[in-house]
């Protein structure tokens, strides 16, 4: 594949992860083949992490290969040459900054985890965050940060100083409401930085579409490069693999053009909430289910817990049961088939080539219980409704959490809000699911709920006797 400059219109991706390289940039190649190469990435990372994976990246000119497995089996290789500019990391982000602030840059996408928008239960920025109040330093200096605010404060001074005209800011993660979330947390950001004038340039000349993505990526696996190498000749040091199926649903609203991404199968829509919905209580709270059961009964991979029968059917009676009667009611009915995305869901667990691990999928239970599951209590509580499945699910991780307490987990949990003095305390009480459930940073305002506290009581007996495989 030649190298190419960059092109007319300019995206600026931050965070050159799996997940970007395998869905984002999939879908602009798409568009590029299909005949238009008017659009191209530039990426870059934020943090010094990922060194080799970027290092590779540069030498191969930003091309990489990616490997999509159907749950039938069929291996399929794509070569992605859609990111054109591969930016070196430092510190003062001045490549970033000067890419931003170039008029050809009409959109700048990021990759972020829940935890990475520092967003405490009332949707304002946790200046407790240490990084975050870093970066708010930096920001009244006038320098660049490594949070995606003090990145994007950095980007839009530049910009407004270059009057290179309006940008849209696109999300491409999982967390609810993402654009307008990120909206608020940069404008009060840029705030409490001092900047307002900043503040009402990027009121004015920028837009934060909501957006929802989807394709399971797991972590390359070391045997990938030369899988890759068999299949196509290609040495590939920068090679991801992913499940065959994609999605991508935005809000058509863009400030200053976007490529035609609906022409290779992306959705532009009104409005996102219920296609979010329908994933974050779906398959995210599903995934975390399943890792989390999995890891305690000693398996490794999200497919062995997918074909085990009891843990299939926690995560089954958990939407079937809590999660569907709050998507689809007679006064709000679901545009989307929710029992058949429930079923499409598990199968995709179920493939057993994609080898996601427990411990990717485990990781951040701090941040995806109030995120992914506790809408699904408050909902059912407020209707005076049975809990019991949903339950299933905050009683596992406290399992879970009392694992990685002892000491006795197999692998290294991580989690990006734990408070881990919290954690230690919560399993440490004397009565922990008490503990856990009268957490506010978890469960907002039904922290303390005896309803939840006795619902989850009762699932930990329920989680005691699968752990052990003995009957209920």
Known sequence: MPVLPISEFVILHLGLGSFHRAHQAVYLQQLIEAGDARWSI?????????AEVVDALRAQDGCYTVETVSPAGDYRYQRIGAIREV?????????????????RTRIVSFTVTEAGYYLDPHDRLDLDAAELAQDLERARRGEAGQTIYGAACAILRARRSADAGPLTLLNCDNL??????????????????????????????????????????PRPPPELRERVRQATGNDDAAAVTAERFTQWVIEDDFINGRPDWARVGVELVDSVAPYEEAKI?????????????????????????????????????????DVIPCLHTPERPSPIDLAAYRDVVL?????????????????????????????????????DQSIASVAMLPALFLAFLQRWHAGALPYTYQDQVMDEATAHAICAAPDPVAALCGDTGLWGEVAGDARLTAAVRDAAVRVRAFIEGTPT
């Open 347 to 383: 199968d995709r667990f179920g493939n057993p080539a994609i080898r996601d691990t427990n411990q990717r999928v485990a990781m951040d239970g701090f941040s995806k219980i109030p995120g992914f599951i506790a809408p699904t209590v408050r909902e059912r509580l407020a209707r």
């Open 42 to 50: 530039s990426g870059a990372n934020l943090r010094p992490d990922m």
């Open 176 to 217: 609810r409401h993402n654009g307008e979330r990120f909206r608020r947390g940069l404008l009060e950001f840029i705030g409490l930085a001092g900047q307002q004038d900043l503040a009402d340039w990027v009121r004015d000349n920028t837009r934060c579409p909501n957006a929802m993505v989807d394709r399971i990526t």
């Open 87 to 103: 930016l070196p990391w430092d510190a003062s982000l001045a490549g970033v900054i000067v890419r931003g602030a170039d008029p």
């Open 281 to 321: 209580r779906i398959l995210n709270a599903s995934h975390s289910c399943i890792a989390w059961a999995g890891t305690l009964i000693g398996l490794q991979y999200i497919h062995e817990g997918t074909h085990d029968p009891a843990i299939r059917r926690m995560a089954f009676d958990y939407v079937t049961e």
